[in-house]
């Protein structure tokens, strides 16, 4: 059993930066951010393998997020810099045990409780 834990949302304005971490309790292979926003299915945000691999950045996110791992520290980061409201949204960690190239919510049985960011205008 593995537990993840996601920090660092917040309320910012449009434009600005905020860096999310998800801590796990122990060793993963995969890691992903995920994020669902108020009426919206979640979606895949970007995922990593602990080999610092990216699978996998949404269109919408491209050039804007980058996601790194800090394997001392089972640590996985989400850098989000040129914030939209668009962007509002609850973020989740979700961890695997296993080393996989998909993004896909159903292959990672390990969430966290989600942290919130929010974008004003």
């Known amino acids: 059993q593995v537990q993840v834990v996601e920090s660092g949302g917040d309320l910012v304005q449009a434009g600005d930066s905020l860096r999310l971490s998800c801590r796990a309790s122990g060793f993963t292979a995969t890691t992903g951010w995920f994020r669902q926003a108020p009426g919206k299915e979640r979606e895949a945000v970007s995922c990593?393998?602990?080999?610092?691999?990216?699978?996998y950045y949404s269109d919408s996110v491209v050039g804007r997020f980058t996601i790194s791992t800090d394997n001392a520290a089972n640590t996985v980061y989400l850098e989000m810099n040129n914030l939209k409201p668009e962007d509002t949204a609850i973020y989740y960690c979700a961890a695997a045990l296993g080393s996989t190239t998909s993004c896909s919510r159903t292959d990672f049985p390990y969430w966290g409780q989600g942290t919130q960011v929010t974008v004003s205008s």
């Open positions: 990593i393998m602990r080999g610092g691999t990216i699978t």
